[in-house]
């Protein structure tokens, strides 16, 4: 058998998978929209049936065969890189793959839709003790799942799962210097007098919401032939193919940011998977290289685009004329402060940017302190109050409001399920500032509401090569620079000067 021949049937059988993969994403979104409470039962099923179905076809050594017959051909193999690129995600996650055994993948995709539906009840009427059991089965297949691979710590495995080229040991390091420089500045913000004003916490139609996220989708040219926008209890997005990706959002009468920024946070997700070049489709690099980065464009879109003056300059005068009763005496000015108002708060999706990363060094210390069997599950709730109140200086009110908040661990493992938050946020402004380094005029562009410069160049430096590179690779590839916290922190400084705040 020749190159090509090889690397056809391997490309045959991805698609295969992907397709599958995709009939799995497309069952798991209508869980997460509009399945009848009755059908949680029969869904995991389902959901557990074609899960084994896609492992088995996966991790078939006929497909070890042929990457090693690609490999064996170095010099056919060197000479196309994308081929090469290919091959190299392939094996990685057969190899991967291949060390799971499918029952543990059925059992573990079953048990998921039961702890996802216990978690909505458990969240919906504040009891811990209806999720408890199931999130202690939750840990022990976590720490099952971590048992198949060698790992210098326990949440290494479950980390490089969505975050390939990290581990515990250097996220510890770059959160660590983050914490060092962001404490004391969010602490200087926070003594700072604030707006007590409260304009955005009146009646806000929830129909005139859905309305108005519709026009910002439209002006941010979210392409609705290949997209779709729907309600869930947890927003999110999630791509079917390179004709259907959707998002998802939450709305509340009385908090009416929550569901734009939301909206506005999972269509920079989608942007992402929309700009992946379309002959990666089929393949296991048409994927965003790793949450991380993926959680750098939804942070991008949604705070520094999206939070920022010039975009509300473009903005405000329809967003009066959505609302008129509820902002007609309210200037840009007032609204620009109270949509980037810096408060202690206990709910992380809704918090600032200031204080957002300690929302998320919360989890990822809870996290690991789980399965390093330091944190029983049955202790939870005691352990998160208490660093909520050492961080953060709140009181949390309710299991509810507390760490049941987060579907995270309720529909996937313990492990791994947070650190990609805080690296987004910090590649974000690194990704920003070499855009801006690119396009001078950028300011000026989202003054105006020409979005499509800004977008075109992320297409063109970091979208469209999917999963091509790590996030290292993409992340040096795109800003000619290794991961670094100067251009978030700097970002933050000039966003929040501390002498003007006063």
Not at 51 to 60: L, M, P, V
Not at 258 to 267: A, P, Q
Not at 450 to 456: E, H, K, V
């Given at each position: 058998m020749n190159f090509d021949q090889d690397f056809q049937k391997l490309t045959d059988i991805m698609e295969e998978v992907s397709h599958l993969n995709s009939i799995s994403k497309l069952l798991s979104w209508d869980q997460s929209t509009y399945l009848p409470e009755d059908g949680f039962a029969a869904r995991g099923k389902q959901l557990a049936t074609i899960?084994?179905?896609?492992?088995?076809?996966?991790?078939?050594p006929y497909i070890g065969d042929l990457i090693k017959q690609l490999k064996d051909n170095s010099s056919a193999l060197?000479?196309?890189?994308?081929?090469?690129?290919?091959?190299?995600?392939?094996?990685?996650?057969?190899?991967?793959?291949?060390?799971?055994?499918?029952?543990?993948?059925?059992?573990?995709?079953?048990?998921?839709t039961v702890a996802y539906e216990n978690w909505i009840k458990a969240k919906d009427t504040n009891n811990f003790k209806l999720i408890q059991p199931h999130l202690e089965k939750t840990l022990e297949l976590s720490k099952e799942y971590s048992s198949f691979f060698s790992y210098d710590h326990i949440a290494d495995p479950l980390i490089s799962e969505i975050d390939y080229g990290f581990n515990t040991e250097n996220i510890r390091q770059v959160f660590n210097?983050?914490?060092?420089?962001?404490?004391?500045f969010v602490k200087s913000v926070l003594d700072l007098p604030q707006s007590q004003k409260s304009f955005l916490t009146k009646s806000f139609p929830v129909t005139r919401q859905e309305e108005f996220n519709h026009l910002v989708l439209n002006k941010l040219n979210f392409d609705f032939?290949?997209?779709?926008?729907?309600?869930?209890?947890?927003?999110?997005?999630?791509?079917?193919?390179?004709?259907?990706?959707?998002?998802?959002?939450?709305?509340?009468?009385?908090?009416?940011?929550?569901?734009?920024?939301?909206?506005?946070?999972?269509?920079?997700?989608?942007?992402?998977?929309?700009?992946?070049?379309?002959?990666?489709?089929?393949?296991?690099?048409?994927?965003g290289t790793s949450s991380a980065v993926h959680e750098s464009q939804s942070r991008l879109w949604e705070n520094i685009v999206g939070r920022s003056y010039e975009f509300w300059e473009f903005f405000y005068p329809s967003l009066v004329e959505y609302f008129p009763e509820q902002l007609k005496s309210v200037s840009l000015a007032e609204f620009y402060?109270?949509?980037?108002?810096?408060?202690?708060?206990?709910?992380?999706?809704?918090?600032?940017?200031?204080?957002?990363?300690?929302?998320?060094l919360i989890r990822f210390q809870l996290e690991i302190d789980m399965l390093e069997n330091k944190?029983?599950?049955?202790?939870?709730?005691?352990?998160?109050?208490?660093?909520?109140?050492?961080?953060?200086g709140v009181t949390v009110p309710s299991n509810s409001l507390g760490c049941l908040q987060d579907v995270h661990w309720f529909a996937g493992m313990i492990g791994g399920q947070f650190q990609g938050y805080t690296l987004g946020n910090i590649m974000s402004a690194q990704f920003?500032?070499?855009?801006?380094?690119?396009?001078?005029?950028?300011?000026?562009?989202?003054?105006?509401?020409?979005?499509?410069?800004?977008?075109?160049w992320l297409t063109?430096?970091?979208?469209?090569?999917?999963?091509?590179?790590?996030?290292?690779?993409?992340?040096?590839?795109?800003?000619?620079?290794?991961?670094?916290i100067k251009h978030y922190m700097d970002y933050l400084k000039t966003k929040f000067p501390i002498n003007s705040l006063a």
């Open positions: 899960g084994k179905i896609i492992h088995d076809k996966f991790t078939n060197s000479s196309n890189s994308y081929i090469s690129k290919y091959v190299a995600v392939i094996e990685r996650s057969y190899n991967r793959a291949t060390k799971i055994p499918a029952s543990f993948v059925a059992n573990f995709i079953e048990h998921q210097e983050l914490k060092k420089e962001l404490v004391p032939n290949r997209g779709r926008l729907d309600k869930t209890a947890h927003p999110f997005m999630i791509t079917l193919s390179h004709g259907d990706i959707r998002i998802t959002t939450r709305y509340d009468e009385h908090n009416f940011t929550d569901s734009l920024f939301s909206t506005i946070h999972e269509m920079g997700h989608a942007f992402y998977e929309m700009g992946i070049a379309k002959k990666l489709e089929g393949s296991p690099l048409y994927e402060s109270q949509i980037n108002k810096v408060e202690r708060s206990f709910i992380r999706t809704e918090a600032d940017e200031l204080t957002y990363n300690l929302h998320v944190l029983k599950v049955a202790d939870l709730p005691e352990a998160w109050n208490a660093l909520y109140k050492e961080n953060l920003f500032a070499a855009a801006k380094k690119a396009l001078p005029n950028l300011s000026q562009d989202i003054r105006q509401g020409q979005f499509l410069p800004l977008r075109a063109d430096n970091l979208y469209q090569y999917g999963k091509m590179y790590d996030s290292q690779e993409i992340l040096e590839k795109t800003t000619g620079e290794k991961l670094t």
